[in-house]
């Protein structure tokens, strides 16, 4: 493949050794320009704004803006971005997630570089691709839960989700305003309206909810 077709494709993990590690594969592949890196899904958002690459692969699990938030305003703000989903998540509800945030695919970390390759192939030709280790049934789920009524945690609007995110972080009001560029009357109004639609009335809960959910790790 000729350098003006290579596939354009972007880093995302909040993890710098694994970062390294990807991006020393990714270079072995002929077709496959790794154009930029980022460690958050905030920044990674920013980087796919600015450089417009084809692929992006992201981890799910990072701070400030995890990898499925990223993942659907990619997929609403700059459509012909395609997200591959890096995950050490086998579970049908994370995969789920992912498919219903707009990502094209899901693989494992756990995955041959091979896999890595084909993912790449098939997601930049317009396929979606989940690899081995996820169930098939999976799309067919997916597909058929389509309308199916949102959960409580995609029943919250995106900005919202966004700050329960930070909280978990430990982040205080005014590191939130400051983060997302608002008031503090505003996160405080968005936590409020957080709280009464989970039905969860002091910080530790929202907390142990999010790390519950996926929104955040332990680690």
Not at 28 to 49: H, S, W, Y
Not at 128 to 154: C, F, H, M, W
């Amino acid at each position: 493949m000729s350098p003006a077709r290579r596939v354009r494709l972007l880093l995302a993990d909040d993890h710098t050794l694994v970062r390294a590690g990807l991006r020393a594969l990714l270079e072995q592949l002929p077709d496959v320009e790794v154009i930029a890196e980022a460690e958050t899904g905030r920044a990674a958002l920013a980087q796919v704004k600015k450089l417009r690459p084809q692929i992006v692969l992201m981890d799910i699990s990072m701070p400030d803006l995890n990898g499925l938030e990223a993942t659907a305003r990619i997929a609403k703000e700059v459509p012909h971005t395609r997200v591959i989903i890096l995950s050490v998540h086998a579970s049908e509800e994370y995969v789920l997630q992912a498919l219903r945030a707009g990502a094209w695919g899901y693989m494992l970390k756990s995955a041959a570089v091979s896999e890595l390759a084909l993912a790449i192939e098939s997601v930049a030709g317009g396929k979606n691709y989940l690899g081995p280790g996820i169930s098939g049934k999976i799309i067919t789920d997916y597909l058929g839960r389509a309308g199916e009524q949102k959960t409580v945690l995609e029943a919250l609007t995106s900005r919202q989700r966004e700050v329960l995110q930070l909280i978990a972080e430990g982040k205080n009001t005014k590191e939130i305003a400051y983060t997302l560029d608002v008031s503090v009357k505003t996160v405080e109004s968005h936590r409020s309206h957080v709280m009464e639609r989970l039905g969860i009335f002091d910080v530790p809960g929202l907390v142990r909810y999010a790390v519950r959910v996926g929104l955040v790790s332990l680690s």
